[in-house]
């Protein structure tokens, strides 16, 4: 049965607040120079970059239809950061024509661009040939990491359950979860809500008088510390003493999503929170920490309150921190969908409110380049953290568990190296019960590692990328679908090149393959000199066409291993039901879906294999 708490996520996630403005967005110029090329399977529209975009939507016709946006089916925002843009959501043999509109904001559209007209071809049996050449020997430049600053959480307050999921306990699983983003991925920070939820008993009043206790968060970040992360302190949920109106609930856990009854009071709150961490873990350490005001504000399901109230609370709320010290590091408005960030701009350089940092969400697309935004209001300065970014906003979604997660997850992550300073991922771990603690082993849930701290395809996309270099080397793609459908990241550290590959749509209902987009690549290291051999650590689907473990799927010479990280296959290969029956399943499934790396066949300065649609590969040379 759903539950309550399920059934009023369902009807509100998506009812955004007031949208209505006190200032213009600018009239942006469509794109220009429009191009639309079909191959196999899909059709590739590129632009030209227009200055002041945050992003463009892709629209589509049939030859006498009405433009209309392009819809990959991510349930989220549809407006993609650059170009260019792979549709294959098409339908093979069929004309269309091609427009862009140029987004300043994600709930604003401009003028469409000029149309351009494709023809997405019929598979005939061939597969198209990509070819990826990396420049080797040039000097490179630095390899950004959007993913090493933040991962996301459930509330830490979880670090402290002794209940079990699944025959495991949360607390010390939740625990290990973190850790192991720490020692293996090398993540500095963790964004979590509820440090003002009422099971920390922060607040509560006495006879009319605030009492402050914060034992618990003491407890909390002790043990964060412990593993070697920092908090980014969401400043949130409201305390049901505090709260104006505590029937007003979100979650299975009961968060108040309320205005103060006194914003004098909450200031206070919010003051007397920094002053303790500061006393409690020195000013050294807490200037590194970063302090974001309350969570997704803009949508009805998260603040019950008004637009100018929330502006009120992010006011009050920066004000107090940085009565304790300027030099603390605040921001929002960690908002969904990329919403409210111009408001916010726009309402701080009226009022005069710091803002140090610029948080928002998105899923099922890469972020959107909110530079413009903060350029447009005078906030150039200002960090960007994407506090909550993955492949889904729906719990228990089976694609959570997919290979197709894990290959957006590097998708995504690319495309934001170098103008965002933060992309977490959200979550680390299946121990996550927002809206009830997970039924079964592969559920959907939104964790990087399932209970019982299995990796899923997304963990192991996250250790492929930390496998890249320090160095970035140049590369062109070229081919059906070159630099839309298939991309690559090429690196180099001392002794090695590392070069990681993927092929990948943003149309999620393709998420189990189509073997129309199966693509062979070509990798080409002109000038490389010496004698190096290499290994290809993938990470794939199961082919259906080859049977319960067989590891060779019918791509001819250069074919990936089957299944290689897919732990939803390693599942059904076991017969794994609800939850692995003995330690015995637990360790036969970790074996399983582990990631499989082999041999390269190496061709003086080439190399070629085959990468279904999703796959993703990593190819590492060394020198003998």
Request: charged fraction near 20%; charge should be negative.
């Amino acid at each position: 049965m759903q539950s309550d708490a399920k059934a009023d996520w369902d009807a509100r996630i998506a009812v955004r607040s007031d949208e209505d403005r006190e200032f213009e967005f600018p009239d942006l110029d469509p794109p220009k120079e429009v191009t639309a090329v079909g191959g196999i399977g899909q059709v590739t529209i590129d632009w030209e970059p227009v200055p002041g975009a945050v992003g463009y939507l892709i629209l589509r016709a049939t030859e006498d239809g009405p433009l209309e946006p392009v819809d990959h089916h991510s349930g989220d925002v549809l407006s993609v950061p650059a170009p260019p843009y792979v549709d294959t959501t098409c339908t093979p043999g069929t004309p269309y024509r091609y427009a862009v509109v140029s987004v300043p904001e994600v709930t604003v559209a401009g003028r469409a661009s000029e149309t351009a007209g494709a023809v997405p071809l019929v598979a005939d049996g061939t597969v198209p040939v990509v070819t990826v050449t990396v420049d080797a020997v040039a000097e490179g430049t630095e390899l950004h990491r959007p993913w090493v600053p933040m991962i996301g959480s459930e509330r830490l307050s979880q670090l402290l359950c002794t209940d079990v999921t699944g025959g495991r306990q949360i607390g010390p699983e939740l625990e290990q979860a973190l850790r192991r983003m720490h020692d293996e991925i090398g993540v500095r920070t963790v964004r979590a809500h509820a440090i003002f939820h009422d099971d920390t008993r922060v607040y509560t009043e006495s006879a009319g008088q605030p009492v402050y206790d914060f034992t618990v968060v003491d407890t909390i970040y002790d043990k964060l510390l412990a593993i070697g992360l920092r908090p980014v302190v969401e400043l949130g949920f409201m305390p049901r003493d505090l709260a104006s109106d505590p029937s007003k609930v979100v979650f299975e856990y009961g968060a108040i999503i309320s205005p103060p009854k006194s914003y004098e009071r909450w200031g206070e709150l919010v003051r007397k929170l920094v002053e303790h961490l500061i006393d409690r873990y020195g000013q050294d350490e807490v200037l590194t920490w970063d302090f974001e005001v309350w969570n997704e504000a803009n949508l009805e399901v998260f603040w019950s309150g008004t637009k100018a109230e929330w502006m009120r609370l992010y006011d009050v709320s920066a004000a107090a921190v940085k009565s304790v010290d300027e030099r603390i590091a605040v921001g929002g408005p960690s908002s969904a969908a990329a919403g409210w960030v111009d408001d916010l701009l726009a309402h701080a350089a009226e009022v005069g409110s710091p803002v140090d940092f610029v948080s928002t969400h998105t899923y099922g697309s890469p972020p959107l380049d909110v530079r413009a935004s903060l350029e447009r209001h005078g906030f150039g300065e200002a960090r960007i953290l994407w506090t909550e970014w993955g492949v889904t906003p729906t719990h228990f979604n089976p694609i959570s568990d997919s290979v197709f997660s894990g290959v957006f997850l590097v998708r995504g992550m690319r495309s934001a190296a170098g103008r965002v300073d933060a992309l977490a991922y959200w979550v680390a771990s299946d121990h996550f019960e927002e809206l009830g603690r997970p039924p079964r082993l592969l559920h959907g849930g939104f964790g990087l590692q399932t209970v019982g701290g299995l990796p899923k395809p997304r963990y192991h996309a996250l250790s492929l990328l930390s496998r890249l270099g320090p160095v970035e080397l140049p590369i062109t793609v070229e081919g059906d679908g070159g630099g839309s459908l298939v991309e690559a990241w090429a690196s180099r550290d001392q002794d090695r090149i590392a070069i990681l590959l993927w092929n990948l749509t943003l149309d999620q209902t393709k998420a189990s393959g189509a073997p129309e987009l199966t693509r062979r690549i070509r990798v080409d290291l002109p000038g490389l000199a010496g004698d190096w051999q290499g290994t290809a650590t993938y990470l794939t689907t199961r082919n259906s066409a080859t049977g319960s473990g067989d590891s060779t799927p019918p791509y001819g010479s250069g074919a990936p291993p089957s299944g290689s990280g897919d732990l939803v296959a390693a599942a059904a290969d076991l017969g794994i039901g609800d939850w692995p029956a003995t330690d015995q399943h637990w360790r036969e499934l970790a074996r399983r879906s582990q990631l499989v790396s082999t041999p390269l066949t190496w061709n003086l300065s080439s190399v070629e294999l085959t990468l279904p649609m999703p796959s993703a590969v990593l190819l590492e040379f060394r020198a003998r």
